[in-house]
């Protein structure tokens, strides 16, 4: 069978088609050009805030103190670093969705991520944080997060390391989990 067209030449040019496509990003409602095909997201990349600090003036965040706290700030901590979706490009950028507003990524290490949540006074250990999908009024798509880091959506998705549970739901239920966890 001939095939050469992935999911955006699948999406935009029916010449390319041939016997087979290859859809990837399509399957997960990933389109990364604007009105060719009516696809949703259904992936989201959630975690939990694990600490929430006041940090004083002064301090420094990341590695090779990358970034200087200018003015008391309040951060949250996120167990999740560059080996999971972020990378170095995305610091300086409002790109987690916490209590449903975006909040600047300050800092960034192999396992965690440093978060400004000063704008946000009620945040407390445990609320969720979204990368990807939808909290409250906003939504971050993985082309979103991707461009943010300066990378594509296929490099993105493939930095979400092998420890993170994928959880499946059906019908808005608990189908399953995949994880290095999972029995």
């Known amino acids: ?12 040019f029916k010449h390319m088609h041939y016997e087979q496509v290859r859809v990837g990003g399509l399957l997960y409602g990933i389109n990364h050009i604007e009105n060719s095909v009516d ?12 600490q929430v600090r006041e940090l004083p003036a002064g301090w420094f965040i990341s590695y090779n103190m990358r970034y200087q706290v200018q003015h008391p700030t309040i951060v949250a901590l ?5 080996t999971d979706l972020l990378n ?6 409002e790109c987690v969705l916490i209590g449903g507003h975006f909040c600047k990524l300050l800092g960034l290490c192999t396992d965690f991520a440093m978060v400004d949540i000063g704008h946000l006074p009620d945040v407390k250990v445990g609320d969720e944080a ?3 999908g939808s909290q409250g009024r906003n939504c971050q798509t993985a082309v979103a997060l991707g461009k943010a880091g300066g990378i594509s959506t296929g490099q993105l998705l493939g930095k ?3 420890r993170v549970p994928r959880v499946y739901r059906l019908k ?11 029995r």
């Open 130 to 132: 979204v990368l990807i």
């Open 172 to 182: 808005g239920g608990y189908w399953g989990e995949l994880s290095l966890l999972s």
């Open 39 to 50: 696809v949703r997201p259904i992936m989201s990349f959630k975690t939990s805030v694990a």
């Open 1 to 12: 069978a001939r095939h050469l067209a992935a999911s955006q030449a699948a999406a935009r």
């Open 160 to 162: 979400v390391s092998i």
């Open 78 to 82: 996120l167990p999740m670093g560059w």
């Open 88 to 93: 170095t490009n995305q610091l300086d950028k």
